[in-house]
């Protein structure tokens, strides 16, 4: 795991914010130096008016995961505005012509103040959350489940060569995950397109595709899961890069943010310990996989900026956040 924290980090502009973000997740010496302590992702495009340490509005950078897996497509855009900075998720962005394709995302994702706040940064190389002030205290969460944790199995099988159009189409992996089943859909996608397909037989280290309706390069990628997110900072809303399971149309899809665990107002009574439940991300009718590293908790008795220990020794903070929910943040 290369999970990372940047905690109570004051920070004097919106400008300031947008550089430090940019360099603690891409664990670079660039305005501010956190080659030694940041999280790791790459810094795949940027495009500055005059340069990466003075930035301007409509100043933008790309940065890219290939997850703790090493197989994982995460692309996202921050663009600085004068009192927000916007964030795109896309399923890849090709640096050469500065576009992605499948864009999800939500405006004004980062709806940070033009002057002075304090940043709370957390993450891996599936996930990152940022924590900031403005008039209220907000949390922008991107990325995806941690494999293993999303809704169906989101173990992704990858294929060195390209696939055609066609019916019953065998396709090399180079695993093939033990709880696929023949009948289930798959997510196939490279870095052209994202569609859903249905599997007719596996095979040791196959799977035959009944239908393969768009041509995919060699590379491509299945898996029973995606669930890639970018939220919106006011009220957790979040925006995934999944087919929605009830229409069966494939896009960008609404999502909402659940809590699948009862949260219980103040502490437990045995222990007098606070009690917390794992946050999911799910749309009516369907679910898409667990939140990594972040937990829900009553609003009831919660302080802002309160760190627990739970009973393995792992400490969790406590961020109010804009909207009266209370999430508990792991911290290294």
Partial sequence: MSYRNLINVASASIAESFKRIRDFICRRNGSYDYSATGIGWTLWDSSYAVDENAPATGDWFVIKSIGENGKQDLYYRFILNASTITVYGYLYWNAATNAGIKEFGSPNAINISSGATTLWIYGDLDHVCIGYVNTSNYLFMMGAPHQGEGFYDNAIAVSSASVSTGSNVVVTVDAVPDTWYVGQKLYHWDTAGLNVVTIAALGAGTVTLATVSAAKLAGNKLS?????????????????????????????????????????????????????????????????GKVPDVKITSATGATHNTPYTDQGGNTWRLLLVYSGKALMVKEV
């Fill in 224 to 288: 029973g899961d995606i669930g890639y997110f970018c939220s919106n900072s006011n009220a957790l809303a979040a925006v995934a890069c999944v087919a929605d399971r009830s229409t069966g149309a494939v896009g960008a899809v609404n999502l909402q943010t659940s809590e699948w665990a009862v949260t219980v107002a103040g502490t437990d009574a045995l222990n007098s310990k606070r009690a917390s439940g794992d946050l999911f991300l799910a749309a009516a009718g369907s679910a898409y």
